[in-house]
């Protein structure tokens, strides 16, 4: 089942962009510095014509526990109140395996939670806190108890909207086959520069070698000399 951390008594506070971008930069945190470990993360991207907009969302994938994490920032406990009543929160749908809302710390209460969404509090010097949710877990709960928690809370998410905000942002990166024949060219221009490098290397060390040959003959010639 879900377990949650203590709340402690509210801190300070953070504008709605400061805690998007502190969002973002929770979201490709390892799992070691207490995020998630998100591979690409970004912030108010739009997911289709009229569609959610979250605040920020990460998407992971490693091969295991893969998928999408989203975190929804607020700033009013109105604010709060009033996101249920989003479109896309009735229907059960939604974007992201795993959900959290973002505060100023102390603005919401684990207990005021929907079902399903974790919480991360942030002080006014920008450390997150989660206080409900797997990442209670990230920095000390052990693999099985991480595993097990991150199962507990993963939910469905509305892969339509996920893949047509990953589209989009990627057609705004560039064409992604000329990026692809980029990567290979500067790939093989970095493995030729490996080689000719390695090569001045042999070539430096022979002519050491030699010089010191050099010397060395040049000593006993003088020594010998009357």
């Given at each position: 089942?879900?377990?949650?951390?203590?709340?402690?008594?509210?801190?300070?506070?953070?504008?709605?962009?400061?805690?998007?971008?502190?969002?973002?930069?929770?979201?490709?945190?390892?799992?070691?510095?207490?995020?998630?470990?998100?591979?690409?993360?970004?912030?108010?991207?739009?997911?289709?014509?009229?569609?959610?907009?979250?605040?920020?969302?990460?998407?992971?994938?490693?091969?295991?526990?893969?998928?999408?994490?989203?975190?929804?920032v607020k700033t009013?406990?109105?604010?709060?109140?009033?996101?249920?009543?989003?479109?896309?929160?009735?229907?059960?749908?939604?974007?992201?395996?795993?959900?959290?809302?973002m505060c100023p710390?102390?603005?919401?209460?684990?207990?005021?939670?929907?079902?399903?969404?974790?919480?991360?509090?942030?002080?006014?010097?920008?450390?997150?806190?989660?206080?409900?949710?797997?990442?209670?877990?990230?920095?000390?709960?052990?693999?099985?108890?991480?595993?097990?928690?991150?199962?507990?809370?993963?939910?469905?998410?509305?892969?339509?909207?996920?893949?047509?905000?990953?589209?989009?942002?990627?057609?705004?990166?560039?064409?992604?086959?000329?990026?692809?024949?980029?990567?290979?060219?500067?790939?093989?221009?970095?493995?030729?520069?490996?080689?000719?490098?390695?090569?001045?290397?042999?070539?430096?060390?022979?002519?050491?070698?030699?010089?010191?040959?050099?010397?060395?003959?040049?000593?006993?010639?003088?020594?010998?000399?009357?």
């Amino acid at each position: 089942g879900f377990r949650m951390a203590e709340a402690k008594a509210p801190g300070g506070t953070m504008s709605h962009a400061e805690l998007s971008k502190v969002a973002v930069r929770w979201l490709k945190r390892n799992r070691g510095a207490g995020g998630p470990g998100c591979h690409i993360a970004m912030s108010e991207t739009k997911s289709g014509w009229g569609g959610e907009i979250p605040d920020a969302i990460g998407f992971r994938a490693t091969g295991w526990e893969d998928g999408s994490i989203v975190v929804e920032v607020k700033t009013s406990h109105s604010d709060f109140l009033a996101d249920r009543k989003k479109p896309h929160r009735q229907d059960g749908k939604g974007m992201g395996n795993w959900r959290y809302f973002m505060c100023p710390e102390g603005l919401i209460k684990p207990d005021e939670l929907p079902a399903g969404w974790g919480l991360l509090w942030v002080n006014s010097r920008g450390h997150v806190k989660p206080m409900a949710g797997p990442a209670v877990y990230y920095r000390e709960g052990g693999y099985s108890l991480v595993e097990e928690q991150t199962a507990a809370w993963r939910l469905p998410s509305d892969l339509e909207r996920e893949q047509w905000l990953l589209v989009k942002l990627l057609n705004r990166v560039g064409d992604p086959e000329q990026l692809n024949a980029n990567l290979k060219l500067a790939y093989s221009e970095k493995n030729r520069m490996a080689i000719r490098v390695n090569e001045q290397n042999e070539e430096l060390q022979r002519l050491r070698t030699e010089n010191y040959n050099l010397k060395n003959r040049l000593k006993t010639a003088t020594e010998v000399t009357p």
